[in-house]
């Protein structure tokens, strides 16, 4: 079963609208990281929270992490058209293991 | 640099043919992934290879191989291809000057198995 679940699973707005998504997981982690999908390409990583941070700026983008309620979210401001794509959250787990464990990710729609 | 690569971009198998996969980093990092995407879903691990010389089962390993031929490259074989087997596969790479493992992409590959 996937350790981060997206919420919402699709998302649309209006190009200068905000979008947040959401994503939730199970177990202890080392960091939680978001990856963009644009269709039919691989994945870009966006931005990576380190389990004792609670937040986190990146030009447009800023996240939130809530450890205690296993939870993060991934705001970007001022969206435009080209933000249009899929955005996946990935969680480094506490095992020793360098592997991430993805989301089923939000579908992000920017209308013109 | 052009990162990680793979090949081919698309192939598609009869029930019961093998192939193998091919992915390429330049990027000198240690650890690789191979990744399936089925439609609508997340990514789920195949199996990974921390370093050179060793490999790890994923969540998904059934059906497949793997073989790290040198820290370069880092291939995925199916043996006998299934339908279920139909996906996009990505491979991934991160080293240790990465900061807390991001991972780096290759574009993927488009498999269908009739």
């Known amino acids: 079963s996937q350790q981060g679940e997206e919420d919402p699973q699709a998302l649309s707005i209006q190009e200068g609208e905000n979008a947040t998504m959401n994503c939730s997981y199970k177990?202890?982690?080392?960091?939680l990281q978001w990856y963009r999908q644009n269709s039919g390409r691989g994945l870009v990583h966006l931005i990576l929270?380190?389990?004792?941070?609670r937040e986190k700026h990146s030009g447009r983008l800023r996240v939130t992490l809530d450890t205690s309620k296993k939870s993060s979210s991934l705001l970007i401001t001022a969206s435009r058209a080209a933000d249009t794509a899929s955005y996946f959250c990935?969680?480094?787990?506490?095992?020793?293991?360098?592997?991430?464990?993805f989301g089923s990710g939000t579908r992000l729609q920017v209308q013109p | 640099n052009a990162g990680v690569t793979q090949t081919p971009k698309f192939q598609v198998l009869k029930t019961g043919q093998s192939m193998t996969l091919q992915c390429a980093q330049d990027?000198?990092?240690?650890?690789m992934y191979w990744y399936r995407q089925d439609p609508g879903m997340g990514l789920r691990l195949i199996y990974y290879?921390?370093?050179?010389?060793?490999?790890d089962k994923g969540e998904v390993p059934n059906g497949y191989n793997v073989s790290r031929l040198n820290k370069r490259e880092f291939s995925l074989r199916l043996e006998s291809a299934a339908p279920s087997q139909t996906s996009v596969y990505f491979c991934a790479s991160s080293g240790d000057g990465t900061t807390y493992n991001e991972q780096f992409f290759g574009p993927g590959t488009r498999l269908t198995v009739l």
């Open positions: 990935a969680t480094d787990q506490n095992t020793g293991r360098r592997a991430l464990t």
């Open positions: 990027m000198n990092h240690n650890s």
């Open positions: 177990t202890s982690i080392n960091n």
């Open positions: 290879s921390a370093s050179e010389g060793t490999t």
């Open positions: 929270i380190r389990s004792n941070e």
